[in-house]
């Protein structure tokens, strides 16, 4: 097998497909700003320590998922598989506790070792947001709404589902955890070898098995929403209320558990059916642990993550506005003159391609090719008496024009 293979898992962003994600996060990041979010970017690796304290032992990404090498130091380094804990270990060494209130961005690349197909790629790219340091529920709502609010900005909102639930705060899951462990124990034989082993390590992670036999064992297990305690449950009205506030609509889906340990209260998901099993486009929740787990200052937090192959697959095409102008000499003595004519158009803020060879003809299907609004076509004759020929590529109308007035001429270009 040849080497000169992209890794398995792995792809090339090219043109169009790089434009697609570009545009995901410039507008993802200028809405975040709308919300007073600004951009960070923490290091594409960290110290395995970082992922394997914070995900969780049991966590899928940290028993199977992530990429980890010794360095030349011996030192143990993972390739960031999510932007959370790098973030909260930013926000503990760069001693941020001060600035709280704290609304961040992050977008790029996070590595995981999973089975590839469609939607799923072991380097992905993601958005997401963190809001460290408020603790009450108008912070869900919050991120919650600028989730939706760049989906909007995006035109997605019609293919999404906004589904919500409550992990509750320690105390409840604590409770639930262990009448979750009686009910299954007693069925353990039924459950997945995968569900079995969670039973010990990671219980609450059985819930959103995929499992046929799993779910069916599920329908009648105790439900999360009946234990949590006074205090969860308000927390979880008032979050309730905001989105409905807000007129943000949600389902809520008392299975829905997020993978990772350090989730508590609030946890979200927008999930498509336009993309097969990989249905989640966007997912978050509470984290009030997480920071002080890391050994911070007691500090909660909330955010999501959104992955932008998934969005970019939902994104409707989008026929940009033709704005590219070709400049075609019609002999080779004309090549200098079309050089500088496209030098002096591209300064005045033209897009301006030069097509290097070729007769008059080939760079007239290049001008096509290349989706251009407008050909500049220059003779001899066109350059003694200071003009050049400008046809419009869409309506197939030319006109001579005086270079002087040219830039005039060309302004709905811009
Ligand atoms: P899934 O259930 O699909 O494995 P997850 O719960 O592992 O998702 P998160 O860790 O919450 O995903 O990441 C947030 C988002 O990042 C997901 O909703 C998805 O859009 C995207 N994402 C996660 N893993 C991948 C991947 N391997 N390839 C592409 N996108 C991914
Ligand atoms: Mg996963």
Redesign the pocket.
Known sequence: MSKLQPVRGTHDLLFDEAARHRRIEATALEVAGRYGFREVATPIFEFTEVFARTLGETS??VTKEMYTFETKGGESITLRP?GTAGIARAFISGGLAQQAPLKMFYRGP?F?H?RPQK????Q?H?IGVELIGVAGPQADVEVIALAAHILAELRLQGSVTLEINSLGDVESRAVYRNALVEYLSARKDSLSVESQERLLRNPLRILDSKDANDRKVLIDAPSLADYLNDESQAFFAAVRDGLTRLGISFVINPSLV???DYYGHTAF?FTTDALGA?G?????GRYDTLIEQMGGPPTPGIGW???I??LAMLLPDETAARHLIAAIPMGEEQEAFVQSLASTLRHAGFAVDVGYSGNVGKRMKRADKINAAVAIVVGSDEVRDDSVMVRNLETGEQKLVKQAELIQHLSFLK
Do not use: K
Request: charged fraction near 35%; charge should be neutral.
């Open positions: 899928d990404i999510e996070m995981r999973e939607g799923r790629q072991r992905f993601q997020r993978g990772l998901e990989q989640t486009v966007l997912a978050g993550a959104a992955g192959e998934r």
